[in-house]
């Protein structure tokens, strides 16, 4: 910090500092750009950071984002209970939604397997989902990341539920919307070969 | 510039966008490099630093510090993706066994994974976890019975390892090194085999990592 700068601006650049992609430049531009705005302005930004922590809980079904007891989705009657999507992180939940194409439910497990990182299956939100496959789910979606990590992850939670003679699919990996074969990595081309899926054919009514 | 072969075995985010990784090489012992902006989106090393793949490094050795990884390419697995689970814990276990200074690493390790992918499906972590251990020189170490918890009592028998107090009894010693050998689809002897591997590695300080939940 410069020397001779007030503590109270010195305290905000360092805060503001800790934030992921900030660094000290733009902790102090934004620390600025806050003491030009006034009073009422940042009282309006303290009360949005503390509503985050205070109002943001998690819900005790899926574990994903929640204001009450339980979300918004799991409290949707015309939400498929019985169709459950396994996530990683609540972030997850928020990223399916915006392609507005399911109409299932989802389960957060707040990380994914990690030995090398210390994370075992005892640190996922397993009991939770053991409660609602033994209350009856018709599918389980295993949404992880297509990473080592993911993928282990995903043959895990698989090994444990196929006894109890639930569906378990996997998210589909291939060629991304818009991707040109000339940009993909040889990873995802690899597996888009592999999974390939059968042509299901046009209208032969084309004559 | 240096260039080997490595296996990953340590991933720690460092700063924000960069990995430390800590690898295995095949003719420099154990190494730790900065990945620098590996963590980033647009980074040509993302994919590639992934644990059980056969991996081709090259890296700018630190003069005082940590060397920097210049290119890694990601070749193919070790083990098929259904034994992912067990290879990452082996990967944690080998990691713990081999720290750094030490030079067998990526040879004990690329064995026990390799005897994981042909173990029968139960007992592939015990078999590749007993492979690690025998190239560690620690698998004479289990110095205790996990039957009647006698010490220093236990001899290498025709079928495995008995115990000189009760080993007359059952034949829980082939059962349990049939499970090492990763030779059986029994739950009761991979369980012995377990319980066997867990009392080695708690000889050497160390905790088994822990494969379900
Ligand atoms: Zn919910
Ligand atoms: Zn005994």
Redesign the pocket.
């Known amino acids: 910090m410069i020397p001779g700068s007030p503590k109270a601006l010195a305290r905000a650049v360092e805060a503001f500092a800790t934030l992921p992609g900030i660094g000290p430049k733009s902790a102090l531009r934004l620390a600025l750009a806050i003491l030009e705005r006034g009073e009422e302005g940042a009282r309006a930004l303290a009360q949005a950071i503390t509503g985050l922590v205070e109002e943001v809980r998690f819900?005790?079904?899926?574990?994903?984002f929640?204001e009450g007891e339980?979300?918004?989705?799991?409290?949707n009657p015309h939400r498929d209970a019985a169709l459950v999507c396994v996530v990683e992180q609540p972030v997850d939940v928020l990223v399916m939604e915006r392609a507005q194409a399911f109409s299932g439910?989802?389960h957060v497990l707040h990380g994914r397997l990690d030995p090398l990182g210390g994370v075992d299956a005892s640190k996922l939100r397993l009991a939770e989902l053991d409660a609602r496959v033994a209350r009856g789910v018709r599918e389980l979606i295993l949404a992880t990341s297509a990473t080592v990590d993911g993928e282990a992850t995903a043959h895990f939670l698989a090994r444990r539920y196929a006894p109890s003679g639930v569906r378990i699919t996997r998210l589909a990996r291939g060629v991304p919307e818009g991707g040109e074969l000339e940009y993909l990595d040889e990873f995802t081309l690899r597996r888009a070969l592999s999974e390939r899926v059968a042509w299901t054919s046009d209208e032969t009514a084309a004559s | 510039m240096l260039e080997d072969e490595a296996l990953l075995v340590r991933r720690v985010a460092w700063r924000e966008s960069s990995w430390v990784v800590h690898l295995f090489t095949r003719a420099h012992g154990r190494i730790a490099l900065v990945a620098k902006g590996a963590r980033r989106l647009k980074s040509p090393l993302r994919g590639h630093l992934e644990p059980l793949h056969r991996l081709h490094i090259r890296w700018r050795p630190g003069r005082i510090g940590m060397g920097v990884l210049a290119a890694a390419e990601r070749h193919e697995a070790l083990l098929p993706e259904a034994r992912w689970p067990e290879g990452l814990a082996i990967t944690a276990a080998a990691a713990m066994l081999f720290p750094e200074g030490t030079e067998e690493g990526f040879a004990a390790l690329e064995a026990a994974l390799f005897t994981c992918a042909k173990a029968q499906a139960p007992s592939a972590y015990v078999a590749g976890l007993w492979t690690l251990c025998s190239k560690a020189g620690i698998a004479a170490a289990a110095d205790a019975c996990w039957r009647c918890g006698a010490r220093h009592d236990l001899v290498l028998a025709e079928h495995g390892l008995a115990c000189t107090r009760c080993g007359t009894g059952p034949s829980w010693p082939e059962a349990a090194s049939r499970a090492l050998a990763g030779q059986t689809a029994e739950a009761k002897a991979v369980e012995l085999a377990l319980a066997l591997l867990a009392s080695i590695f708690a000889a050497q300080n160390l905790r088994l990592p822990k494969l379900g939940g």
């Open positions: 819900c005790r079904r899926c574990g994903g929640s339980l979300c918004a989705i799991c409290t439910t989802y």
